[in-house]
């Protein structure tokens, strides 16, 4: 059965099945929106419908004896995308087979070799263009997995399948391919610009919130704070040093337990005036909550009782091993079950009793993918099923169990910082950062590409680890100017957060604080380049809190690849070491060692003012522009009013 609507302006939702389509739906799209008008036409080998200039047809093509539908879709008289068979003979393009899972459904679309692909969430390589690339669906550490893509040829589409799986994008074709489900269901946009296909998008999927204006300065974490008291001695300092310091974090094993929800008492003795502190010096208080129950915690006895745990098909109920306090080995742990609406409530009761009704608004919604070690979904047993059809939900759910519990207490303005994310998460109020990257120079050129991709794929708030996480030594010169460069592009991204396990780490398990992390860790020049990008960040912040505005209102995010400002020029959509901050700001980042100058795209249809040196430049052209170590090359679009 193939089931295909208007489903919103210029856009259509198809769904196929051998078997009945009414069935939960547990995909990112909003209840259907006002109708469309369409006109069907119906012959003896074709179906076409009509909807304003945009027309699909379906074709009942003979092929090699055995006939197969074969869909179309049309702006005016193009054909934007069109279906491709499998091979010549059996089985069309939409393929059903028996896999590990029961059954995985192919789904396959012609495509030019010349054809470029953008979005797809987050993933660990320096691609913009993932043409000529596999990806696989699923969520990891660093790799967000949302299936939604961008295409040169004018149109968005999104894969509503929250099974993991993958998506192939070959010479000659693409295939979509999902496990543990015999469902395709897909939403396509033929808007003609890549701004109102991201529009259109966030019309479907749910629109951000505007971000909270205190979330728009600097935030401030290190791999863990021992103490209230030395947290608070970090805000202070920050004061007294006249540096503005928007969030500060309590990272993980602020806990007694894992799985307990509240802090150590031994710790942190009275929270209750650490949050008043922290209001009077203008700081917000960021808690760190992961979905993993020890079973040392008070509440797992109750969490697996009540069902409110993920689920095996096969072995017991854990997923992880985690070094908890005063464990002398890690120990097995287990992920609540986030599709479960109960189970949402019942954490949110204990998130509200314990940090919440305290005054913390910030939530770090960290390794929710969820991280699972072996990395096998399949085995799990959600309350929305197995774990193959539904896995790549899960970091959705969890913000929409964080945001709604605020939103119950009255409290709905808030930023919940994901390590993963799902195509609609975004409505949720959540941010996300690229996971726990490396301290190296490919990392950094890495993170300029992923921010773009994700901002495309629906969410408009991103950061990354400044300095990356794993490792780094601050008193080591050479990863001093790493972590320059690595702020300087901090400071334009849509949040500005520095976090990392620095060196000296511990040798065994995660207890101990790792190395300093805060800006007068990195040497007296590091220090200096860094507080003038803080308080520059300061005279920009009115400008992003436009940005935001636009993103919550339009789904047009503040982090924008060239294409999205400037899709005329055939040149901006191979541009990938650059980036746009809202429509003004051309942003180039220092990705490598020693660098003192960069050669910069300009886009075509303007001119280009460097913002250091007020020297203007034609667009439409490359210039080498000047990158001295305390700054990188940054050019505001002639006839801003905006200055640095």
Request: net charge negative.
């Amino acid at each position: 059965m193939i089931r295909v609507e208007t489903w919103g302006e210029n856009s259509f939702r198809v769904r196929m099945s051998r078997h009945t389509l009414d069935r939960p739906d547990h995909g990112a799209l909003n209840e259907a929106p006002l109708p469309i008008p369409a006109q069907v036409e119906v012959l003896p080998k074709r179906i076409r419908m009509r909807s304003g200039v945009n027309t699909i047809e379906l074709v009942i093509d003979d092929g090699a004896g055995n006939p197969r539908p074969l869909l179309s879709f049309l702006r005016g008289d193009e054909c934007v995308l069109a279906e491709a068979p499998e091979h010549f003979w059996w089985p069309g393009a939409h393929g059903v087979y028996p896999g590990s899972g029961g059954v995985e459904v192919h789904q396959v679309f012609a495509s030019d070799p010349d054809e470029k692909f953008y979005g797809l969430g987050q993933h660990a390589h320096p691609h913009l263009d993932h043409k000529g690339l596999v990806l696989d669906l699923i969520q990891r550490n660093g790799e967000v997995s949302i299936p939604f893509v961008l295409s040169d040829r004018g149109y968005g589409l999104l894969w509503n399948n929250p099974a993991v799986g993958r998506v192939e994008f070959s010479k000659d074709r693409t295939r979509w391919v999902a496990q543990g489900t015999e469902i395709i269901d897909y939403w396509l946009c033929l808007a003609p610009s890549p701004k109102e296909i991201l529009s259109a998008y966030a019309d479907v999927v749910g629109h951000a919130p505007v971000l909270p204006h205190w979330a728009t300065g600097f935030w401030q974490s290190r791999l863990r704070y021992m103490s209230q008291n030395e947290l608070l001695e970090v805000a202070r300092r920050y004061k007294d040093l006249g540096i503005p310091l928007s969030v500060i974090v309590t990272d993980f094993i602020h806990w007694p337990a894992m799985g307990d929800y509240e802090f150590d008492s031994q710790e942190y003795p009275d929270p209750a005036a650490m949050m008043r502190e922290l209001e009077e010096l203008g700081t917000k208080l960021m808690v760190s909550v992961w979905p993993t129950v020890s079973p040392l915690s008070k509440n797992y006895q109750e969490f697996h009782d009540r069902g409110f745990l993920v689920g095996t098909e096969a072995g017991v109920e854990f997923h992880q091993k985690f070094k908890d306090k005063g464990m002398p080995t890690p120990l097995p742990v287990a992920f609540y079950d986030a599709t479960n609406p109960q189970a949402r409530k019942y954490l949110w009761s204990k998130i509200k009793q314990n940090y919440h009704d305290l005054g913390v608004r910030v939530f770090w919604l960290d390794a929710c993918e969820p991280e699972l070690n072996p990395g096998h979904p399949g085995n799990l047993s959600y309350f929305t099923g197995n774990g193959l059809a539904v896995n790549n939900t899960y970091p959705r759910e969890n913000a929409k169990g964080f945001f709604e519990g605020m939103r119950d207490a009255g409290t709905p303005e808030t930023v919940l910082l994901c390590r993963s994310a799902w195509a609609g998460q975004a409505r949720y109020g959540a941010a996300v950062w690229s996971g726990d990257i490396a301290p190296t120079w490919e990392a950094l050129r890495h993170q300029v590409s992923a921010g773009q991709s994700i901002a495309i794929s629906g969410i408009p708030w991103w950061t990354s680890d400044i300095g990356g996480f794993h490792g780094g030594d601050p008193q080591d010169p050479e990863y001093q100017e790493l972590f320059i460069r690595w702020f300087e592009f901090g400071t334009f991204c849509p949040l500005f957060r520095l976090h990392g396990h620095r060196e000296p780490r511990e040798a065994v398990g995660a207890v101990s604080p790792g190395g300093p992390n805060e800006i007068w860790s990195y040497g007296d020049e590091a220090f200096a380049i860094a507080k003038d990008h803080i308080l520059l960040r300061e005279r920009l912040r009115p400008y992003i809190d436009g940005l935001m505005e636009e993103a919550a209102e339009t789904g047009i995010p503040p982090m924008r690849s060239l294409f999205i400002e400037f899709p005329e020029d055939p040149s901006s959509w191979d541009v990938e070491d650059q980036f746009l901050l809202g429509p003004d700001v051309l942003v180039r980042p220092i990705t490598q060692p020693g660098a003192t100058c960069a050669r910069v795209y300009l886009p075509s249809g303007c001119q280009w003012k460097d913002a250091y040196t007020d020297q203007v430049h034609d667009g439409g052209q490359t210039v080498e522009i000047e990158a001295p170590l305390e700054r990188i090359p940054v050019l505001i679009r002639a006839g801003s009013a905006l200055s640095l």
